[in-house]
């Protein structure tokens, strides 16, 4: 494995180094979770001997876990998880750690994106972390061999934790993987405040739009898309949304949404915010009916929700519109704006800074714990995917309402007694 | 089991039963689960041969529940699980049904209500319905030699379950009950909506207060106390919230609300709802530093989270400040109002309603589905607590958002096995 | 003028006037403005030696405002502004004082209600208060020989105060009167938050039903249709806007509600509020389309905006189908339930309080205020409508934040000086 | 008068007017009330004759109104209104047209910005448009000359309006000006949901901190402060206000809100927003107080809201943190973080775009048809402050409900009737 690290590959990393470490230090001091942990893994060093291998969006946030878990003692390699979420001068400042050796460069092509998983994989881990599961994938494909020596891995996102399970249902995930992303503390308050809060933002910046009165379409209800259509409803936009799960079509409706199948909602809507995770969620049948002048912006892992092949079959001309902005003229006249090329647009829009510093410590100090879990009682755990114990994620909430300042109650004997009885009458 | 029913103990029951059958067409015209399962019952009886016994709120939504049952093949006998919550005219025509036995009356004292428990297990049901486990407690504690022949239960509250957990964790669940309570169906929207709407606007109809600028504390931040805080802060009040676990105390914080323990809300509150299933949550320590003229009220399921004990204790005088207003004078002055006597405010206050229609259409739908799984497959279910199958919960929902005219999407092939596949790349 | 008072019209009153003052205390200890004030009466008198004529709906609250102008020296008759909001036990206890006369009783029919009216004139007051401008009405038509001895007026509503401007521009406004209304402290407290909330309750424990995922149709976007409309979104209803007036329609639709004509409205509203102040709102062309099971409601003085003329005229059979609710049966089976007559649904519905107590005591605090004003420079004011004196209005809210211990900031001198000033630069 | 214009002052303008001309059809897009009014100037040329005079923000939305005057037939000349605020490409495109000058340009020193503001004045404009009345000062103080011949003026902020009516009251306000700022379609729509959106969307994109728990503490509760709040607790912000009227303060604590002097808030904030249009509302007072890591950012026009000089004199360091935050490093350690250099934030930080352009577009379309009366009526408008005809602000959203497609009622005859009358009774 004779791929070069970032620093390699950039002329004078100097400034970018300097760079990178001027934003890993503005959101370290809004991370008060791995602050706290920062202490106890440098103190302790419960990683020591381990090889973390990692493929994440490489900004600012991920860059203070990556640190965090050199503290902790282990050797990290590290490349992105999608080729536009990269910040160059973040990944030169890890790779500038001694224990760190980072490959992430933004706007790498297919060869490169895999050549860079591959490099990682060069280091031999015995601890993987995933957005995407693209490292999991990878190995799994291509280097069975490294599988005895993994203790396990953490995964972040809905879809990797997704794919994950559909692979383990297979029977093919071979060693155990801890799945982040549907913890509580991840799901309760990365995907609903992160995700919404910071799609919305990015796509207000990126357009110069204003979300009062905008009807916005929803696809997808699950905690990405309540969040999305929560903060949108907060905007005073109009929020519609459209569901394949009964429950979920319910639960919108009861919050007082519309809710209607993507068919109609084309018609109807100003701004498409995609969240499900699955693909072709728009296509051709629903530009047609589109009106000029729509947003179509994605907030979910992949860029597959919105099928752009379709609109650019069905489009006469396309042109830059605005920075991060696409548009596709019909040969009615009618233009449709993609905003990130259909990627996660929170991450791949040029102004994109990914989700909010706040909400990233809390996913990410979950991580924390769950690799030193791995470390500790990995050989506990069989392959398969499993949930976060809920010690260790109540450990992570714990530390969060401390360093927040918040107080709360707790159970006197006499209530937790009668919480666990039952033989008491009306 | 010589124990009178309802029609036997009113003098003239004519004009109540026509009162009652008066409240049950207003319920179900507001009913559409109800409507299209009462189709179903009717004309299949999947319930022929059954002896359903019942503890529930007896008034006209659960009527409307009892009739279906009875439509659908089985007889029933039922009683209240809270003797403040009992419409006598609606239990009257309940009774008059030819399959239906009702023993519910309000306001009985503590002795005729467990008779009228006794009285309704004297039916020798082979499926129970409960609202707090007062009929599987008694059947378990005193009629043990029925429970061979009982198929299964099922509880409607999240207390209910909760103490069946308790029982089923100490082996002493002796047939199966399905967890109503835990349903996405009942948690999502009977919960949170149900109760938030129904709590407060009894509040506000029994006090003629406002909401607008008031700080009102919510005890505990499960689904009810979500809808409660959530339904409050929509009317523009200033919400506290106290817990004791620390991910829902950071989900409320999140949220924007305010979190601290109780000892400190209670000097900053003007309206207390406890809605944790726990005793003592409201105590002497907090009623010392109450402000004067506050509104302490229970959404909870027994009357024990406001410490009325302590309270009066403390009061120098005590009188009904209004109708549903108890007023406790303390020493210095201050009055301190329990509205409710403390008990569940949306069932017994003198004009509580209890929950919405709607929502509790949602709720008896599942109910009515389990007891139709339960005389179909009941002898798949093992003694214990158990969920309820998905696949009834999903029906449900169906036949609502039929029912409503709310169209959804569903899965194309190639969507479904996206999902289900695990081997594409970013 | 021999129309004997409430006291005399009852057969036995002293439980009655028992049960009144129970109600005007309890509103009292929420009233923290009127108790502020009642100080300053009671120990200066200002309004010795006037009489004051009072219109208002007669129950605790705005009791509390007629005891305290009685306390503040002057003599007081009053009656009622609508059939069905008088609470009789409120009235008798309101004529058990000695310098207060009450004709209003509940349920007069329009002869009565009428005579009631002359006979509050029969006092020969010299200031009117009135609650839709039945006094000054009568006074003007009726009675013009006591215009002369007449100081001034207070109007309270949105309708009184539209009708008398009305009446000033034609010249035939014979006194001044202060315009209560559309001060501040009423339309930004009373109108949004009393209308909105109470008229959202009532209807609510009229009905068991719940707000959320109904489409709630508001007619009129003035500050009651804001407040309705806000406080049934904040409860997950989707809510739909009718207006006439472009820039409110268009406020409307920017907050992210739906604007439509009532003729579309009407298909796809659940609950229709109107608040308009105008007739008509609803119509035979709306009954037409609108589906089985609507609320229609009405939050305007009066019970003109919904034709119940063209509902009965439709219908095939018209019954009570809950108290407070008449059902219209038309003859394609459809049911169009009318609460409360149509009349202002939070004062005659059965259950109907009336606007919350602290609302009523923001606007009768200025009421308060003005009647002062009125006895000390009410020669200042020529015939016709008057704005209330801002420093009046701003007494009351100084008094209402002292009360509930809200501090806020003043100017320093720099900042005076500078909100004063025009020539600095950027 | 020979100052050059941004054309001349740039060295290759093509590619920068390009820029600026794809940003100006962006937003053309998204502004279907100049699109409207587009056609109609260009066809009847009705400011054939006439000198327009305008210090504004010079970014694409403001262009795009600047270009409608010039189709309109007038000759523009045009500067910035705050050094911080100029697009210079799309300065470089508006001095493209024929019958426009551009003088604006980013980052100019005192000196130059006024020499441009007397350049604009050097054409003799016969009618001014101002955005915080510094071309209006400036003829008053400068060039008193051409007051006779200037037809009449329109300002676009409320700190303009203000100090213009400073400026009336004493006497020195010496030809017609409309507060466009006061117009309904203004206040209620840029102030609130413009200011709102695009302040909140800027520090969240500048500092990517999330809203969710934070404590942000609005300065001053106008319409401006209104949005800010409204839009920040609509992303679960816990939302503290300051304010010096008692009746704003009051509508701010009936809508939830807590309320506080400064002196309080500036303990409890995470994120300062102030919105007062005053001066000296942050001071050394609130600086020692502040917890590390606060925010502070100004949405009010001038840059005197947070005292700087305290805050300067007060620090030990001062660095860069992020691209737009200056960090401010106390002795003790505390950073304070201070955004755009307090300057207008969704103006002048690095990423800022303005208001949508939606809500501009409403302005916008105020200030032209008022431009467009001036020259037809402006004879008529005696010197001073006008508030805009409201036709005129009606006309503009007739045509923006039209452009959108949202209908509406208007009233019968017999309503119209009936909203006129007085003597309809009970």
């Known amino acids: 494995m004779s791929q070069p690290s970032i620093t390699d590959r950039l002329g004078d990393p100097e400034t970018a180094r300097e760079e990178g470490r001027r934003k890993m230090d503005w959101a370290m001091q809004h991370m008060p979770i791995l602050q706290s942990l920062s202490g106890e893994f440098a103190s302790e060093e419960p990683l020591d001997g381990e090889v973390v291998g990692m493929a994440m969006h490489v900004e600012a946030k991920t860059a203070n876990l990556v640190e965090l878990l050199a503290e902790g003692g282990a050797e990290v390699a590290i490349t992105g998880c999608n080729p536009l979420s990269t910040h160059d001068d973040v990944s030169a400042a890890l790779d500038a750690h001694p224990r760190i050796t980072s490959y992430a460069e933004r706007g790498v092509d297919d060869e490169q994106?895999?050549?860079?998983?591959?490099?990682?994989?060069?280091?031999?881990?015995?601890?993987?972390?995933?957005?995407?599961?693209?490292?999991?994938?990878?190995?799994?494909?291509?280097f069975p061999e490294l599988i005895d020596t993994i203790v396990g891995?953490?995964?972040?996102?809905?879809?990797?934790?997704?794919?994950?399970?559909?692979?383990?249902?297979?029977?093919?995930?071979?060693?155990?993987?801890?799945?982040?992303?549907?913890?509580?503390?991840?799901?309760?308050?990365?995907?609903?405040?992160?995700?919404?809060?910071?799609?919305?933002?990015?796509?207000?910046?990126?357009?110069?739009?204003?979300?009062?009165?905008?009807?916005?379409?929803?696809?997808?209800?699950?905690?990405?898309?309540?969040?999305?259509?929560k903060k949108a409803a907060g905007q005073n936009a109009n929020?519609?949304?459209?569901?394949?799960?009964?429950?979920?079509?319910?639960?919108?409706?009861?919050?007082?949404?519309?809710?209607?199948?993507?068919?109609?909602?084309?018609?109807?809507?100003?701004?498409?915010?995609?969240?499900?995770?699955?693909?072709?969620?728009?296509?051709?049948?629903?530009?047609?009916?589109?009106?000029?002048?729509?947003?179509?912006?994605?907030?979910?892992?992949?860029d597959v929700e919105v099928n752009l092949d379709h609109l650019s079959d069905m489009a006469v001309d396309q042109y830059e519109a605005r920075d991060g902005v696409d548009a596709y003229e019909?040969?009615?006249g009618r233009r449709l704006n993609v905003l990130a090329e259909g990627r996660l647009v929170n991450l791949a829009a040029p102004i994109a800074l990914g989700h909010p510093v706040e909400v990233m410590d809390?996913?990410?100090?979950?991580?924390?714990?769950c690799v030193r879990e791995l470390v500790e009682h990995g050989e506990e755990y069989g392959a398969g995917v499993h949930?976060?114990?809920d010690d260790l994620d109540r450990e992570v909430a714990e530390i969060k309402l401390a360093a927040e300042g918040v107080e709360y109650d707790s159970l006197t004997d006499e209530q937790a007694e009668y919480m666990d009885s039952w033989d008491h009458g009306t």
Chains 1, 2, 3, 4 share one sequence.
């Not at 996102?157 to 029977?171: E, K, Q, S």
């Open 387 to 389: 949930d976060v114990p």
């Open 239 to 302: 929020v519609v949304v459209t569901e394949v799960e009964p429950r979920r079509a319910l639960e919108a409706h009861m919050e007082g949404y519309d809710v209607m199948p993507m068919a109609d909602a084309a018609e109807v809507g100003d701004v498409f915010i995609t969240t499900t995770g699955n693909r072709d969620v728009i296509t051709r049948e629903h530009f047609e009916v589109m009106q000029d002048g729509v947003l179509l912006a994605n907030a979910g892992h992949f």
């Open 362 to 369: 809390q996913s990410f100090g979950v991580q924390a714990v």
């Open 113 to 142: 994106y895999y050549a860079d998983i591959e490099a990682v994989i060069g280091h031999e881990p015995t601890i993987t972390v995933d957005d995407g599961m693209d490292m999991v994938a990878a190995i799994h494909e291509s």
């Open 330 to 332: 019909l040969k009615d």
């Open 153 to 229: 891995g953490c995964e972040e996102t809905t879809t990797g934790v997704h794919r994950l399970r559909a692979m383990d249902a297979d029977g093919e995930l071979k060693y155990p993987v801890f799945a982040v992303n549907d913890t509580p503390m991840k799901t309760l308050f990365d995907n609903v405040h992160g995700t919404g809060e910071s799609a919305l933002a990015t796509i207000a910046m990126t357009t110069n739009l204003s979300w009062a009165s905008k009807t916005v379409v929803v696809a997808g209800y699950g905690y990405c898309g309540k969040g999305v259509a």
